[in-house]
C-alpha cells in the first residue's frame, strides 16, 4: 500500500472522514453545482453509514452537458489531429495511474469492492486508455474500384455526441471501457455514473483535462437514473448511447433512444454458465468457479453464476466448493476483505428475496445464504457467499440474473447435456468451460451462445477481448479494435474524374 493510501484509510477509519472528494458535475470542463442546488448523500456500503454528498440533476444539468459536448464536437475537439488525440488519452494513461491510490480508495467507498479489487480496476482503466491511445491516427478509410471515370473512397468520421450511462458495480472500468474509444474516434461525450458510485468518473474527467482534453469533450452530470439517465438518452443531440445496466432498463433506453433515430449499445444483464466436464484439473475448476461468482461479491454482469457440472465430479466439485466459500472472509473493503459488502441496500435485500425463494421451494441451500454484517463492526450491507445445490433448470435460481455472491449449482449426464443446459436461458453473455479435452473445450465453445467463452480460465484476457452479449444480455460489442467503430460513422465519397477523352 502506498503511503498517500495508508494515510486516506487511517484517517477514514479514525472517522476523520474524507477530504477532497468530487461534489459537483463537470460541465464545459468547469465543476458547476446544479440549477436546483439539490444534493445527494453517498453512502458507504461497509458501514452504511453517509459520508459525502454531490449534486443531483435533472433535465436542465444534463441539457448543459449536452450543449457543452455539442459545441466541443463542432469547436475545438475537431480541430485537435488524431495524433494529438492518441496522446492525449497516451498521458490520461499515466495520470490514472499516478492519482491510483485516490481513486482506488474513493471506488471502495462508494461501491463497497475490496481495496485490492478497486486498484486492480484502476490498472484496468489506464491500460485502457493506452490500448485506444494508439488508434486515432490509423482509423483509415478505403479506396473504392468505381472504374476509371471515377474516383471513390470512405472515411470514418466521428458519429457525435456520444452518452455512458454507467452501472454501480464497475464504475471505474466501464467508463473507461466506454469513453476511451469514444474519445479515440473523435467523439465528446456525456457520461452518467450511477447514483451510488458518482466520484470515479468526476475524478477521472478532471485527470482527461489535466492530460489535455479540451474543455465541453467530456462531461459527467450526476443525479438519479429517473432524473439525469432518462433525459440524457433522449436527447436529440445524443447521436449514440452507451449503456451499461439491466435488460429492463437497457429496453426503456434503446425506446426513449429510438425516437430520435439514436444507435445504442446496450451491454445488459447475464446468467453465465461455469460447464465442468469429468476429466478437468479439480484444482483449477474449483478455483475458477469461486473467482466467477464471489469477486465484486457477484455483483458482475458476466458472473459464473451457474455450475454446470458433469454428475461424475459432482460431489468432488460441492465439497471443496463448500470449504472455500465458508473460508471466505468478509468485511470492509478499506481491510482488503476477500469479499466485500453489496453496495446497497436494495440490491442486498433482492439477493436475500431470491434465495428465500430458494429456500421456500424446498432448494438444497449447501452454504449460506443468510444477509449479514461486517464481523468487525456489527455494520454493513454483507451477504453469505451461498451455494444453492441441484437447482432444476426452470427454477427462478437457475433463469434470474440475481447479481450476488449466490451460485446455482446444475448437475448432468454428459457434455451434450451441458450444453443444452447451458443455453437454457434467455441471456447470453459469457460462458466458462473447465476440460483437459480440446475438442471437447472448442466443440463447446461453438455451440454455446454467448458473447465471449472462457476455456480453463474464466475471465481470462483484458481489454484486447471483444465483450458484449447476445439475445437478452444485448448486442454490439465493447473492447478490442473494432469497439472504437461504434463511435464513428462512415461516409463515402464517388467523384467523377473523367477528362472526357
Ligand atoms: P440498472 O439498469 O438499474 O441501472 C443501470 C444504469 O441506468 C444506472 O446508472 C441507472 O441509474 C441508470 N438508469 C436507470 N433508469 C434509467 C433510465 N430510465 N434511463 C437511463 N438510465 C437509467 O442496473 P444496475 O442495477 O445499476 O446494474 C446492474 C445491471 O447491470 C445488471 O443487470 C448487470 O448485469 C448489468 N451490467 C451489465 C454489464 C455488461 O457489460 N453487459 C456490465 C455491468 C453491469
Not at 73 to 99: H, M
Not at 118 to 129: I, L, N, P, T
Not at 178 to 197: D, M, Y
Not at 450 to 463: D, L, M, P
Amino acid at each position: 500500500m502506498t503511503e498517500e493510501l495508508e494515510t486516506l484509510v487511517a484517517r477514514y477509519r479514525a472517522g476523520g472522514g474524507v477530504e477532497g472528494l468530487p461534489a459537483r458535475h463537470f460541465i464545459g470542463g468547469e465543476w458547476s453545482p446544479s440549477a436546483s442546488g439539490r444534493t445527494m448523500e453517498s453512502l458507504d456500503p461497509g458501514t452504511g453509514q453517509p459520508f459525502h454528498r454531490f449534486a443531483s440533476g435533472d433535465a436542465g444539468d444534463v441539457d448543459r452537458a449536452v450543449r457543452s459536448a455539442d459545441a466541443a464536437l463542432k469547436g475545438a475537439w475537431s480541430r485537435v489531429s488524431p495524433a494529438a488525440r492518441g496522446a492525449v488519452l497516451a498521458r490520461a494513461a499515466i495520470l490514472i495511474r499516478e492519482a491510483g491510490p485516490r481513486l482506488a480508495f474513493a471506488e471502495t467507498l462508494d461501491s463497497g469492492k475490496p481495496l485490492q479489487e478497486a486498484e486492480g480496476d484502476v490498472q484496468g482503466a489506464a491500460r485502457c486508455f493506452e490500448y485506444y491511445s494508439g488508434l486515432p491516427d490509423k482509423l483509415e478509410g478505403r479506396t473504392l474500384p468505381l472504374g476509371p471515370d471515377h474516383l471513390g473512397y470512405t472515411s470514418w468520421e466521428p458519429i457525435g455526441v456520444t452518452a455512458h450511462i454507467i452501472p454501480w458495480n464497475y464504475p471505474l472500468s466501464t467508463f473507461a471501457r466506454g469513453i476511451a474509444p469514444a474519445l479515440a474516434a473523435g467523439c465528446t461525450v456525456v457520461a452518467r455514473p450511477a447514483e451510488q458510485t458518482p466520484l470515479t468518473a468526476l475524478m477521472l474527467a478532471e485527470i482527461l483535462m489535466q492530460a489535455g482534453l479540451p474543455a465541453g469533450v467530456l462531461n459527467v452530470v450526476t443525479g438519479t437514473g429517473v432524473e439525469t439517465g432518462a433525459p440524457l438518452v433522449a436527447h436529440p443531440l445524443v447521436r449514440q448511447v452507451t449503456f451499461t445496466g439491466s435488460t429492463a432498463t437497457g429496453i426503456e433506453v434503446m425506446r426513449a433512444a429510438a425516437r430520435n433515430v439514436t444507435s445504442v449499445l446496450p451491454e445488459l444483464g447475464g446468467k453465465s454458465p461455469v460447464v465442468v466436464l469429468h476429466d478437468t484439473d479439480l484444482d483449477a475448476a474449483v478455483d475458477g468457479v469461486i473467482g466467477a461468482i464471489f469477486e465484486n461479491a457477484g455483483q458482475i454482469c458476466s458472473a459464473g453464476s451457474r455450475l454446470v457440472v458433469e454428475r461424475a465430479v459432482h460431489a468432488d466439485m460441492l465439497e471443496r466448493l463448500v470449504a472455500r466459500a465458508r473460508a471466505i472472509r468478509i468485511g470492509h473493503g478499506l481491510r482488503r476483505p476477500d469479499m466485500g459488502p453489496i453496495t446497497s441496500a436494495e440490491q442486498r435485500a433482492r439477493i436475500a428475496a431470491f434465495v428465500d425463494g430458494a429456500r421456500a421451494r424446498g432448494l438444497e441451500i449447501a452454504t449460506g445464504g443468510h444477509a449479514v454484517t461486517d464481523p468487525a463492526t456489527g455494520l454493513g450491507w454483507f451477504y453469505e457467499p451461498t451455494i444453492i445445490d441441484r437447482v432444476p433448470v426452470d427454477d427462478p435460481i437457475a433463469q434470474e440474473e440475481i447479481f450476488g455472491p449466490v451460485l446455482a449449482v446444475q448437475v448432468v449426464e454428459d457434455a451434450e447435456e451441458a450444453l443444452a443446459v447451458a443455453n437454457s436461458t434467455r441471456f447470453a453473455l459469457v460462458a466458462g468451460v473447465y476440460t483437459r479435452d480440446f475438442s471437447a473445450a472448442h466443440d463447446l465453445a461453438r455451440r454455446i451462445d454467448a458473447g465471449q467463452v472462457y476455456i480453463n480460465e474464466y475471465f481470462a484476457g483484458g481489454i484486447a477481448l471483444p465483450f458484449g452479449g447476445n439475445r437478452m444480455s444485448g448486442f454490439g460489442r465493447e473492447k478490442g479494435v473494432d469497439a472504437v467503430r461504434t463511435y464513428m460513422k462512415l461516409k463515402s465519397v464517388a467523384a467523377r474524374v473523367s477528362s472526357g477523352r
